[in-house]
């Protein structure tokens, strides 16, 4: 456990002086920051309605925002993440050290955790400050009389990061399997363009892994949604069979 708890250490302190640190931080930023402008420049149209909360609506349209930037992002991180290891031919000096392979491989998937975790938490931190400064520039608003509904908030965040689990492991896959970042990048932009034309919708889509965060599109917590998250199920054994795939192509990429 200590050897994976410094491994772990090491590659998030590696992380810190690389273009994938500031992406985690700017990407979150940047549909709040889109929302402070909408807001402000058309605050006519977003004055609630007496008794609504304008917290829903603000975070509403984040998180349709951020579903559709999150994969794009996840693509981004994963291949920022590996081309560091491929372009100064580092995995020679990672293999050289005195842990398994098995500590690399759960070290490595866990900085990629910290780091999709990291970007959902400051884009929810900055959605919240977005609706604080808009109550302030514009009072008509109502964000400094209501309070976000934080339970709707943190289970849509839950959902969002299971929808993405099968877009995490299949680029962690191809991590190991495409040493060319353009390659992966190719591969996921591709599949994003597939599921932006299937419109998170029925059909092949309750298969197709980058569809996924789509189908929550306007999502409105209810029972009536029970079943159709079933697709949630999907992404955590895509998840499954894909990181079972990353673990024994990594084994047989870099054998000892």
């Given at each position: 456990?200590?050897d994976l708890?410094?491994?772990?250490l090491?590659?998030?302190?590696?992380?810190?002086?690389?273009?994938?640190?500031?992406?985690?931080?700017?990407?979150a930023?940047?549909i709040?920051?889109?929302?402070?402008i909408?807001?402000?420049?058309n605050?006519?149209?977003f004055v609630?309605?007496a008794?609504m909360?304008?917290?829903?609506?603000?975070?509403?349209?984040?998180?349709n925002?951020v579903i559709?930037?999150m994969?794009?992002?996840i693509i981004?991180?994963?291949g920022l993440?590996?081309?560091?290891?491929?372009?100064?031919?580092?995995w020679?000096?990672v293999?050289v050290?005195?842990?398994?392979?098995?500590?690399?491989?759960?070290?490595?998937?866990?900085?990629?955790f910290?780091?999709?975790?990291?970007?959902?938490?400051?884009?929810i931190l900055?959605?919240?400050?977005?609706?604080?400064?808009?109550?302030?520039?514009?009072?008509?608003l109502?964000?400094?009389?209501?309070?976000?509904?934080?339970?709707?908030?943190?289970?849509?965040?839950?959902?969002?990061?299971?929808?993405v689990?099968a877009?995490?492991?299949?680029?962690?896959?191809l991590?190991f399997?495409a040493r060319?970042?353009?390659?992966?990048?190719?591969?996921?932009?591709?599949?994003?363009?597939?599921?932006?034309?299937m419109?998170?919708?029925g059909?092949?889509?309750?298969f197709?892994?980058y569809?996924?965060s789509?189908?929550?599109?306007?999502?409105n917590?209810?029972?009536?949604?029970?079943?159709?998250?079933?697709?949630?199920?999907?992404?955590m054994a895509?998840?499954?069979?894909?990181?079972v795939?990353a673990f024994f192509q990594f084994?047989?990429?870099?054998k000892?």
């Open positions: 456990m200590r708890t410094d491994f772990y090491t590659e998030l302190i590696k992380l810190r002086r690389t273009f994938a640190f500031w992406l985690t931080i700017i990407g930023a940047i709040p920051l889109m929302l402070i909408t807001y402000i420049y605050w006519q149209m609630p309605a008794g909360n304008p917290w829903s609506e603000l975070f509403t349209r984040a998180f925002g559709l930037f994969p794009l992002y981004l991180l994963m993440i590996f081309n560091i290891e491929y372009k100064a031919n580092a020679k000096h293999l050290l005195p842990v398994s392979r098995e500590i690399i491989f759960a070290g490595k998937y866990l900085v990629v910290t780091m999709v975790f990291a970007f959902m938490s400051l884009f900055f959605t919240f400050v977005a609706g604080e400064i808009l109550g302030i520039c514009k009072p008509e109502n964000f400094g009389i209501h309070l976000p509904e934080f339970f709707t908030v943190l289970d849509f965040s839950i959902k969002v990061e299971t929808a689990l877009i995490i492991s299949i680029h962690f896959w991590g399997k060319n970042m353009i390659s992966a990048l190719g591969i996921g932009l591709a599949g994003l363009a597939l599921a932006v034309l419109n998170g919708k059909g092949y889509a309750d197709f892994p569809a996924y789509i189908m929550l599109l306007n999502y917590p209810s029972p009536d949604h029970a079943n159709s998250e079933r697709f949630l199920l999907v992404s895509y998840f499954l069979i894909f990181s795939l084994r047989r990429s870099f000892r």
